[in-house]
């Protein structure tokens, strides 16, 4: 079956420490997408990537990184510097970003807790 | 900056009943509108991608249709479920990234 798998499904970590969301897309898309979600809040793009060994800054990018040296993974860092990382994170890919002509596909989410 | 808004923010139905979804965006210069389907703790599934020269897509009871000039959408539910219970969440993308609306939180109760 092919699609998009983040884990863990859930992570605890302590203030302070980092930590790296998984995700993996078996589709041969091109680009990829992280997003995060708060409760009532529409999704929020932090990073995208167009293609391998390049990555844009989304609208909420500080305090995260990012990186891309194999089409089917982009994980996702959650650094200290983050203020309030405790929030879903979704990660998506589409065939391109093209103009916007291609659906976007989401995996299943990572609910992280930071306290 | 695109901004995108749903209305309502929740409904709650009837079994039966058929229902309109709205998703409005400011700026009318799109590429293709997504609607999608959440439910709850769960990434977002594809319901229809309407592309910007298309008015409309159709897929089982569900149709959505695009009007670029009014910056409006709607997704038409037709003779609801309890499976439909979900929030259904609308998607613009104009420059190569999507701008999403905070979604219609669905109840259909039996």
Redesign the interface.
């Known amino acids: 079956d092919g699609g ?1 798998t ?1 884990s863990p499904k859930y992570l605890f970590r302590k203030e302070g420490q980092n930590v790296t969301l998984s995700c993996e897309q078996n589709l041969n898309h091109d680009a990829m997408y992280w997003y995060r979600q708060d409760p ?4 929020r ?1 932090i990073y ?1 990537s167009q293609i391998v060994n390049d990555f844009q800054k ?1 609208d909420i990018a500080e305090g995260y990184s990012v990186s891309r040296e194999k089409k089917e993974s982009f994980p996702l860092t959650v650094t200290s510097a983050q203020k309030n990382p405790t929030a ?1 994170y ?1 990660c ?1 890919s589409s065939m391109g ?5 291609y ?7 990572t ?1 992280l807790t930071v306290t | 900056k695109q901004e ?1 808004t749903q209305i309502p923010a929740a409904l709650s139905v009837p079994e039966g009943e058929n229902l309109v979804l709205n998703c409005s965006f400011t700026d009318s210069a ?3 509108l ?1 609607w ?1 389907r959440q439910d709850p ?6 319901l229809l ?1 309407i ?1 910007s020269s298309q008015r409309e897509q159709t897929s089982g009871r569900l149709n959505a249709s695009l009007d670029k000039s009014s910056g409006r959408s709607t997704l038409y539910i037709a003779a609801s479920q309890p499976g439909d219970s979900a929030t259904y ?1 609308c ?1 613009v ?11 219609t939180s669905l109840i259909v109760h039996p």
């Open positions: 998009i983040q009532g809040q529409g999704l793009l995208y989304g879903f979704l998506a970003l093209a103009g916007g002509r659906e976007q596909y989401f995996g299943p989410g609910r | 995108v799109i590429y293709n997504q999608f703790g769960k990434g977002l599934t594809s991608l592309q969440l998607a993308t104009g420059s190569y990234i999507p701008t999403f609306g905070r979604g």
